[in-house]
């Protein structure tokens, strides 16, 4: 089962056609991020604690349906680890009536802030401070 969190769409997300601007849909993908990796245990403070942070490479959207003022939708969250340094985390933000109105990829690392380069094995490295990918990799 894929992690989701509830959103509400406020007006002041609005532009100026009266959907809800470009921009927004990365900060809900933000949101659905922060509160999966809160839900699968990851411990931020831990990474910080050890001179690790999350660090984001690259991001795309592709906007299917727009999003109006007080609509309610859902922002999911699924991580997908290789063997490399990046991994990907793609959100999917689906309407009440079930439309996606967007999906969002994101190419993330963990960064070693004092080496300031990419940790080989981030998997490993966020299981270290608790991170179960079970709630968000299932199968990793």
Same mark, same amino acid.
């Given at each position: 089962?894929? $992690? +989701? !969190? &509830?959103?509400?769409? +406020?007006? #002041? ?11 927004? #849909?990365h900060q809900y993908g933000e949101v659905a991020r922060v509160a999966g990796f809160q839900a699968a245990g990851c411990d931020w403070d831990g990474?910080?604690? %050890? %001179?690790?942070? &999350?660090?984001?490479? @690259?991001?795309? !959207?592709? $906007? ?11 922002? @999911?969250?699924?991580? =997908? $680890?290789?063997?490399? =340094? @990046?991994?990907?985390?793609?959100? !999917?933000?689906? %309407?009440?009536?079930?439309?996606? @109105? ?14 300031? %380069?990419? !940790? ?7 299981? *270290?401070?608790? $991170?179960? *990918?079970?709630?968000? *990799? &299932?199968?990793?």
């Amino acid at each position: 089962m894929t $992690f +989701r !969190v &509830p959103l509400q769409v +406020r007006s #002041y997300e609005l532009d100026a056609l009266g959907h809800v601007n470009h921009a927004v #849909y990365h900060q809900y993908g933000e949101v659905a991020r922060v509160a999966g990796f809160q839900a699968a245990g990851c411990d931020w403070d831990g990474l910080v604690a %050890k %001179k690790l942070s &999350p660090v984001l490479l @690259s991001t795309t !959207v592709n $906007f299917r349906r727009e999003l109006r003022a007080n609509e309610h939708v859902e922002a @999911s969250c699924e991580a =997908k $680890f290789g063997s490399g =340094k @990046s991994f990907h985390l793609d959100t !999917v933000i689906t %309407k009440a009536d079930g439309t996606i @109105s967007a999906d969002i990829t994101c190419v993330l690392g963990i960064m070693d802030l004092e080496a300031r %380069k990419l !940790v080989a094995d981030p998997l490993g490295t966020l299981q *270290a401070v608790g $991170f179960d *990918a079970d709630i968000l *990799a &299932p199968g990793a």
